[in-house]
Protein backbone atom coordinates (compact mmCIF):
# COMPACT_ATOMS: atom_id res chain seq x y z
CA UNK A 1 0.00 0.00 0.00
CA UNK A 2 1.13 3.38 -0.88
CA UNK A 3 0.28 6.28 1.28
CA UNK A 4 0.32 9.92 -0.73
CA UNK A 5 0.83 13.10 1.43
CA UNK A 6 0.83 16.33 0.03
CA UNK A 7 0.25 19.96 0.79
CA UNK A 8 2.06 22.82 0.75
CA UNK A 9 5.73 23.84 3.00
CA UNK A 10 4.81 24.21 6.93
CA UNK A 11 1.20 21.79 6.70
CA UNK A 12 3.00 19.53 8.60
CA UNK A 13 3.66 16.79 6.06
CA UNK A 14 7.38 15.76 7.19
CA UNK A 15 6.56 15.20 10.72
CA UNK A 16 3.00 13.42 9.88
CA UNK A 17 4.42 11.33 6.84
CA UNK A 18 7.75 10.03 9.38
CA UNK A 19 5.67 9.02 12.08
CA UNK A 20 2.77 7.58 10.02
CA UNK A 21 5.03 5.51 8.52
CA UNK A 22 6.76 4.33 11.85
CA UNK A 23 3.23 3.33 13.03
CA UNK A 24 2.05 1.41 9.92
CA UNK A 25 6.03 -0.23 9.72
CA UNK A 26 6.50 1.20 5.98
CA UNK A 27 9.08 2.93 4.57
CA UNK A 28 9.24 6.60 4.39
CA UNK A 29 10.36 8.73 1.36
CA UNK A 30 10.85 12.26 1.51
CA UNK A 31 10.63 13.61 -2.14
CA UNK A 32 11.47 17.50 -1.09
CA UNK A 33 14.48 16.62 0.15
CA UNK A 34 15.47 14.83 -3.28
CA UNK A 35 14.70 18.11 -5.10
CA UNK A 36 16.61 19.65 -1.92
CA UNK A 37 19.77 17.87 -2.59
CA UNK A 38 20.09 18.00 -6.11
CA UNK A 39 20.10 21.75 -5.37
CA UNK A 40 22.48 21.68 -2.75
CA UNK A 41 24.97 20.20 -5.52
CA UNK A 42 23.88 22.76 -8.52
CA UNK A 43 24.50 25.16 -6.20
CA UNK A 44 27.93 23.80 -5.33
CA UNK A 45 29.13 23.17 -8.56
CA UNK A 46 28.13 26.28 -9.45
CA UNK A 47 25.65 24.92 -12.17
CA UNK A 48 22.95 27.92 -13.64
CA UNK A 49 19.79 27.30 -12.02
CA UNK A 50 18.22 28.14 -15.05
CA UNK A 51 19.80 25.40 -17.14
CA UNK A 52 16.99 22.69 -16.73
CA UNK A 53 18.74 20.32 -18.99
CA UNK A 54 22.44 20.41 -16.96
CA UNK A 55 20.08 20.30 -13.66
CA UNK A 56 18.22 17.06 -15.38
CA UNK A 57 21.85 15.64 -16.69
CA UNK A 58 23.07 16.45 -12.82
CA UNK A 59 20.00 14.67 -11.38
CA UNK A 60 20.45 11.83 -13.87
CA UNK A 61 24.35 11.30 -12.51
CA UNK A 62 23.58 11.66 -9.14
CA UNK A 63 21.13 9.80 -7.60
CA UNK A 64 19.82 10.80 -3.74
CA UNK A 65 20.40 8.48 -1.36
CA UNK A 66 18.59 7.72 2.40
CA UNK A 67 19.99 5.75 5.24
CA UNK A 68 18.01 3.85 7.85
CA UNK A 69 18.15 7.35 10.46
CA UNK A 70 17.03 9.10 7.25
CA UNK A 71 20.27 10.75 6.44
CA UNK A 72 20.56 12.14 2.97
CA UNK A 73 22.93 11.82 0.47
CA UNK A 74 24.24 13.14 -2.77
CA UNK A 75 27.08 12.43 -4.79
CA UNK A 76 28.98 11.16 -1.53
CA UNK A 77 28.17 14.20 0.46
CA UNK A 78 25.57 13.88 3.55
CA UNK A 79 23.80 16.48 3.22
CA UNK A 80 20.97 16.29 5.92
CA UNK A 81 21.54 19.60 7.41
CA UNK A 82 22.66 21.49 4.68
CA UNK A 83 19.45 20.69 2.62
CA UNK A 84 17.16 22.73 5.37
CA UNK A 85 19.39 25.62 5.11
CA UNK A 86 17.77 29.47 4.09
CA UNK A 87 19.63 29.36 1.00
CA UNK A 88 18.80 26.61 -0.34
CA UNK A 89 15.06 27.21 1.00
CA UNK A 90 14.69 29.96 -1.59
CA UNK A 91 16.02 28.16 -4.88
CA UNK A 92 14.68 24.61 -4.76
CA UNK A 93 11.22 25.74 -6.70
CA UNK A 94 13.37 27.36 -9.14
CA UNK A 95 15.61 23.68 -9.40
CA UNK A 96 12.24 22.06 -8.82
CA UNK A 97 10.16 23.57 -11.82
CA UNK A 98 12.29 22.01 -14.64
CA UNK A 99 10.87 19.62 -16.37
CA UNK A 100 13.99 17.49 -16.69
CA UNK A 101 14.69 17.40 -13.46
CA UNK A 102 11.20 16.02 -12.55
CA UNK A 103 11.09 13.36 -15.14
CA UNK A 104 14.23 11.78 -13.47
CA UNK A 105 12.78 12.43 -9.68
CA UNK A 106 9.40 11.05 -11.29
CA UNK A 107 11.30 7.66 -12.50
CA UNK A 108 13.28 7.73 -9.05
CA UNK A 109 9.81 8.15 -7.11
CA UNK A 110 8.05 5.87 -9.06
CA UNK A 111 11.05 2.65 -8.46
CA UNK A 112 10.65 3.60 -4.70
CA UNK A 113 7.13 3.66 -4.55
CA UNK A 114 7.03 0.12 -5.99
CA UNK A 115 8.87 -1.73 -3.25
CA UNK A 116 5.43 -1.31 -1.67
CA UNK A 117 4.21 -0.29 1.66
CA UNK A 118 5.43 3.22 2.00
CA UNK A 119 4.58 6.85 2.87
CA UNK A 120 5.71 9.22 0.26
CA UNK A 121 5.78 13.09 0.98
CA UNK A 122 5.75 16.04 -1.70
CA UNK A 123 3.45 18.08 -3.97
CA UNK A 124 2.42 16.03 -6.71
CA UNK A 125 2.52 12.47 -5.20
CA UNK A 126 -1.19 11.76 -5.79
CA UNK A 127 -1.21 12.97 -9.15
CA UNK A 128 1.89 12.67 -11.37
CA UNK A 129 4.53 9.99 -8.73
CA UNK A 130 1.57 7.44 -7.78
CA UNK A 131 -1.74 8.12 -9.25
CA UNK A 132 -3.03 4.91 -7.83
CA UNK A 133 -1.77 5.39 -4.08
CA UNK A 134 -4.58 3.67 -1.97
CA UNK A 135 -4.70 6.95 0.44
CA UNK A 136 -4.27 10.43 -0.66
CA UNK A 137 -4.38 12.88 1.76
CA UNK A 138 -3.48 16.73 0.97
CA UNK A 139 -2.23 18.11 4.21
CA UNK A 140 -2.95 22.40 4.53
CA UNK A 141 -3.11 24.92 7.17
CA UNK A 142 -3.49 28.55 7.86
CA UNK A 143 -0.46 30.49 6.46
CA UNK A 144 0.56 32.01 10.01
CA UNK A 145 0.69 28.98 11.65
CA UNK A 146 2.60 26.83 8.20
CA UNK A 147 4.90 30.36 8.96
CA UNK A 148 5.46 29.79 12.56
CA UNK A 149 5.81 25.74 12.15
CA UNK A 150 8.95 27.24 9.64
CA UNK A 151 10.17 29.22 12.12
CA UNK A 152 10.28 26.49 14.73
CA UNK A 153 12.48 25.08 12.42
CA UNK A 154 14.55 27.62 11.26
CA UNK A 155 15.16 29.88 14.57
CA UNK A 156 17.92 31.76 13.07
CA UNK A 157 15.93 33.24 10.64
CA UNK A 158 14.00 36.32 10.93
CA UNK A 159 9.54 35.87 10.86
CA UNK A 160 9.33 38.41 8.34
CA UNK A 161 11.95 36.95 6.18
CA UNK A 162 10.38 33.54 6.74
CA UNK A 163 7.05 34.21 6.13
CA UNK A 164 8.08 35.97 2.49
CA UNK A 165 10.13 32.88 1.62
CA UNK A 166 7.23 30.92 2.64
CA UNK A 167 4.94 32.96 -0.04
CA UNK A 168 7.40 33.58 -2.70
CA UNK A 169 7.59 29.40 -2.50
CA UNK A 170 4.02 28.72 -2.51
CA UNK A 171 3.30 30.99 -5.62
CA UNK A 172 6.52 29.37 -6.91
CA UNK A 173 4.76 25.64 -6.50
CA UNK A 174 1.75 26.80 -6.81
CA UNK A 175 1.38 24.62 -10.33
CA UNK A 176 2.56 21.48 -8.71
CA UNK A 177 0.50 22.03 -5.51
CA UNK A 178 -3.05 20.65 -6.98
CA UNK A 179 -4.83 17.86 -4.54
CA UNK A 180 -5.81 15.06 -6.35
CA UNK A 181 -9.44 14.81 -6.83
CA UNK A 182 -9.69 11.84 -4.64
CA UNK A 183 -7.41 13.19 -1.93
CA UNK A 184 -8.87 14.11 1.37
CA UNK A 185 -8.10 16.85 2.86
CA UNK A 186 -7.19 17.53 6.34
CA UNK A 187 -6.61 21.02 7.77
CA UNK A 188 -3.71 20.52 10.62
CA UNK A 189 -3.79 24.23 12.12
CA UNK A 190 -5.73 23.83 14.83
CA UNK A 191 -4.83 19.46 15.30
CA UNK A 192 -2.39 17.90 17.47
CA UNK A 193 0.10 15.41 14.98
CA UNK A 194 -1.87 12.33 17.19
CA UNK A 195 -5.22 13.68 15.97
CA UNK A 196 -3.65 14.22 12.44
CA UNK A 197 -2.05 10.44 12.45
CA UNK A 198 -5.39 8.87 13.68
CA UNK A 199 -7.72 10.39 10.67
CA UNK A 200 -4.78 9.01 8.51
CA UNK A 201 -4.54 5.27 9.98
CA UNK A 202 -8.46 5.03 10.03
CA UNK A 203 -8.12 5.72 6.36
CA UNK A 204 -5.45 3.16 6.14
CA UNK A 205 -7.10 0.55 7.79
CA UNK A 206 -10.63 1.86 6.12
CA UNK A 207 -8.65 0.93 2.56
CA UNK A 208 -7.03 -2.36 3.95
CA UNK A 209 -10.42 -3.73 4.50
CA UNK A 210 -11.29 -2.93 1.18
CA UNK A 211 -8.10 -4.38 -0.47
O1 LIG B 1 8.59 19.73 1.05
P1 LIG B 1 9.86 20.59 0.93
O2 LIG B 1 9.68 21.97 1.44
O3 LIG B 1 11.06 19.93 1.51
O4 LIG B 1 10.10 20.67 -0.64
C1 LIG B 1 11.17 21.42 -1.18
C2 LIG B 1 10.79 21.95 -2.56
O5 LIG B 1 10.78 20.90 -3.52
C3 LIG B 1 9.43 22.62 -2.64
O6 LIG B 1 9.57 24.03 -2.65
C4 LIG B 1 8.80 22.14 -3.91
C5 LIG B 1 9.66 21.02 -4.39
N1 LIG B 1 8.97 19.74 -4.45
C6 LIG B 1 8.33 19.42 -5.61
O7 LIG B 1 8.29 20.24 -6.54
N2 LIG B 1 7.74 18.20 -5.75
C7 LIG B 1 7.75 17.32 -4.74
N3 LIG B 1 7.18 16.11 -4.89
C8 LIG B 1 8.41 17.65 -3.53
C9 LIG B 1 8.99 18.88 -3.41
Redesign the pocket.
Known sequence: MIVAI?GP?GAG??TVARALAGRLGFRYL???????ALTWLALERGISLDDGGGLGALAEQSGVDFDEAGRVFIAGYDVTSE?RDARV?KV??T???HSEV?SV?RDR?QQLAALGNGVI?????GTV?APSAEVKVYLVADESVRASRRQAERPGIGADALATDLKL?DE??SA?MQAAPDAIEIDTTTLTIDAVLDRIEALVHARVGTV
Not at 30 to 36: K, Q, S, V
Not at 121 to 125: K, L, M, N, V
Request: charged share 40%; glycine share 6%.
Open positions: DAKSDTGAMYRIDVSVAARMQEGRDIVRADR
